[in-house]
């Protein structure tokens, strides 16, 4: 029987998070550069230094020892978030060898993942929210355009590789909801608030004034200067210069517009998995990080008032 290669497993195992998996691109080549690091460790581990040799590597001539020795090279120079995400990648890429029974044993199964501190989410005060909102000139057809993605950003709460992803056609303005197409191309609706609309519209009715460009043909629902679709770099750069005008404390993100979204709708009182939901999440223990805000201020009304604190 032919035993699987270390680097022909890894080029299958990249396939199928397409194929099976539904992964996007970005995290598919995420995923090929922890498993070429690890790769890279294991070859040389090995003294193979021919391209040829590197490749002839097999799975079975990995062992726990091989994966603790690299994470022990990680610890050199990352965060235990980092080599804990490593180690996932690891894991995942194991399990999927031992599902298909390409190997007997996952080397990877005894180690634990390093604790780590979980990083609370930037995110604005509702005035600095409303601010930075306010702050978006509203004369050119680009100013109308940038008020309508922030706008849509914060009424929504998606992620912004949604937002630049949404066409005209999954706008119903009758129900006020976005059809979003999410992780894992995942779809699901979501309400986005009459504010929003009303400057979707704004920007849309310049936009066909100025270039003929209606709602009634199918495309990206936000274009860039040349008519294309809008991506998500330029969304962070437009951002950016936001925030340089507003002079905000502090630094914000168009991922930390969605931390602003979930940390204000719990505030008011939204059920936990109702945000979930809104937000896309799988599990419910992605949206709890942004419960701290909430628990943070429950606990300095509980020191203020209760008799006995």
Do not use: W
């Amino acid at each position: 029987m032919t035993r699987p290669l270390l680097a022909e497993q890894i080029d299958l195992f990249l396939q199928s998070l397409d194929s099976e998996k539904g992964y996007s691109a970005h995290t598919i080549r995420a995923y090929g550069h922890d498993l070429a690091e690890f790769a890279g460790y294991a070859v040389r581990g090995a003294g193979l230094t021919e391209e040829k040799e590197k490749r002839s590597l097999v799975i079975d001539d990995i062992d726990s020892l091989t994966v603790r020795g690299y994470l022990g090279l990680l610890h050199r120079k990352n965060e235990k978030i980092t080599i804990a995400r490593k180690l996932s990648v690891l894991r995942s890429f194991f399990r999927h060898l031992v599902r298909h029974r390409l190997t007997d044993e996952d080397p990877t199964a005894a180690i634990l993942t390093p604790k780590h501190s979980r990083r609370m989410p930037s995110y604005l005060s509702v005035d600095d929210m409303f601010r930075l909102l306010d702050r978006i000139a509203a004369d050119t057809v680009l100013e109308l355009r940038n008020r309508a993605l922030f706008e849509t950003l914060y009424g929504s709460g998606i992620r912004v590789s949604e937002l630049t992803g949404l066409n005209v056609f999954d706008v119903d303005f009758s129900s006020g909801c976005l059809r979003v197409s999410g992780k894992g191309d995942r779809e699901r609706i979501v309400p986005v608030g009459e504010k929003a609309l009303n400057r979707i519209q704004s920007y849309r009715d310049r936009l066909f004034t100025q270039t003929g460009i209606g709602m009634v043909v199918d495309g990206p629902l936000f274009l860039n200067k040349n008519k294309g679709r809008l991506t998500s770099r330029s969304v962070a750069r437009i951002l950016d210069v936001l925030i340089r005008k507003c002079s905000l404390a502090v630094p914000i993100s168009p991922h930390g517009i969605r931390h602003s979204f979930a940390t204000h709708m719990l505030d008011a009182g939204a059920d936990l998995r109702t945000v979930q939901e809104l937000l896309g999440h799988k599990s419910l223990s992605t949206t709890q990080k942004y419960t701290h805000v909430s628990i943070d201020r429950l606990m300095a009304a509980y020191d203020s008032a209760h008799p006995r604190r």
